[in-house]
């Protein structure tokens, strides 16, 4: 099984700051990785895929970076609708695990 | 417009068989290059992907969970189904279906709460 390690677990931010969010594979998984932003009560929302295409829809203040077995998520410019939860999600093997996550919440 | 939406008891006794159900619009279970996927999360904690089912009737499942799960298709309903057997509180959580498309999963259902217990 492939793990999946997202550090910071909360993170305290404020409007138009850049925020970073970091996650890290047990093993290679080349760039199969997403990201999705998940907030109170609701699904979580597809922001990223192949660890650096963003989403349609997705604004451009998201973006994502790395292979192999380390990632970054980077906001870079927060808004409010920010403030949430952040999951990486692997998809090199037939079966997929998310991080822990990682909250992202008003400073 | 792609839509996904759960069905199914919200409360399952101990050693019992958990069964929900998602209606897909938008979209069909039988074609198309899609991983149809039941996907969960307890309470404040991290999403657990328990399994999914390919347009052309294949599954894969969450090895930890794979001796209890099964996952099929009504293509004539355009749905397809979970089924959790011998639960405990431990299964108790948040059931989402989902569309996953090879390159991350990009519609969810509402999800759909269901508490295991007696």
């Known amino acids: 099984d492939i793990q999946m390690t997202q550090s910071p677990s909360t993170l305290s931010a404020t409007v138009g700051d850049r925020v970073t969010v970091t996650c890290r594979a047990s093993q290679n998984i080349n760039i199969w990785l997403a990201w999705y932003r998940q907030k109170p009560g609701k699904a979580p929302n597809l922001l990223i895929y192949?660890?650096?295409t963003l989403e349609s829809g997705v604004p451009s203040r998201f973006s994502g970076s790395g292979s192999g077995t380390d990632f970054t998520l980077t906001i870079s410019s927060l808004q409010p609708d920010d403030f949430a939860t952040y999951y990486c999600q692997q998809y090199n093997t037939y079966s997929r695990t998310f991080g822990q996550g990682t909250k992202v919440e008003i400073k | 417009q792609v839509q996904l939406q759960e069905s199914g008891p919200g409360l399952v006794k101990p050693s019992e068989t958990l069964s929900l159900t998602c209606s897909v619009s938008?979209?069909?279970?039988?074609?198309?290059?899609?991983?149809w996927s039941w996907i969960r999360q307890p309470p404040g904690k991290r999403p657990e992907w328990i399994g999914y089912i390919f347009y052309t009737g294949s599954t894969n499942y969450n090895p930890s969970l794979k001796s209890r799960v099964t996952i099929s298709a009504d293509t004539s309903k355009n749905q397809f189904s979970l089924r959790l057997g011998s639960v405990t509180a431990a299964d108790t959580a948040v059931y989402f279906c989902?569309?996953?498309?090879?390159?991350?999963?990009?519609?969810w259902g509402q999800g759909t709460l269901v508490t295991v217990s007696s």
């Open positions: 989902a569309r996953d498309t090879l390159d991350g999963i990009d519609y």
């Open positions: 192949k660890a650096s």
């Open positions: 938008g979209a069909s279970v039988s074609s198309g290059n899609y991983y």
